[in-house]
């Protein structure tokens, strides 16, 4: 007979909430490719049919994993009051939660037309980047380039550094490194 460290039950209110932190230690834990929804029922003591009442299939727990971690960027984004602070809080949070990370980017762009909650949540981080970036100079799509270029310049620092590409000492070198790139773009 197997150990189990659940409950036996689960009455619970919000389950939803639950699953969606279940999943998210999962992914700390061993990544967002070895998510499973047994896994994250178990987690909660539900039977993993349970799930399914609150999401469609396992890409819709990573997508409302990632909802969350959105907005959680955008929170830490919002306090930045330049450019120079946008990067660093932009890169530090990466590199604070790189299993988060990188489900965030792992998110398929036609995922965030069929959830909109995703998709606001990923606005919220773009706003951000429009309130420090963008000039009244330019056009608005002139800005959402400016904008797109500095995510990209950024996500493309960090894969870089993560693979090695990058070959800089440290975390705080990588965000000088970054600072730098995203002055001169």
Do not use: C, W
């Not at 799930?51 to 396992?58: A, G, I, Q, S, T």
């Not at 994993?65 to 009051?81: G, I, N, S």
């Not at 036609?110 to 909650?117: F, H, I, L, Q």
Request: no cysteine; net charge neutral.
């Amino acid at each position: 007979m197997t150990s189990r460290t659940g409950r036996d039950t689960y009455r619970h209110g919000n389950l939803r909430g639950e699953a969606i932190a279940a999943a998210r230690a999962s992914i700390v834990e061993s990544g967002h490719e070895a998510l499973s929804l047994r896994r994250v029922a178990d987690a909660v003591g539900v039977a993993h049919r349970s799930l399914y009442n609150h999401f469609e299939d396992r890409e819709a727990l990573l997508d409302a994993v990632a909802e969350e971690a959105f907005v959680a960027l955008a929170a830490e984004l919002k306090a930045a009051t330049d450019a120079g602070r946008f990067v660093a809080a932009y890169v530090g949070f990466a590199l604070s939660n790189p299993a988060i990370f990188a489900l965030m980017t792992s998110r398929p762009h036609g995922a965030m037309k069929k959830r909109p909650s995703l998709q606001r949540a990923v606005h919220l981080g773009i706003t951000e980047a429009l309130r420090l970036f963008a000039r009244p100079d330019r056009s608005s799509a002139e800005n959402r380039r400016a904008v797109m270029k500095v995510i990209i310049l950024l996500q493309g620092g960090l894969a870089m550094y993560a693979d090695g590409i990058l070959d800089l000492p440290d975390d705080e070198a990588l965000v000088a490194e970054l600072r730098a790139m995203v002055a001169d773009a």
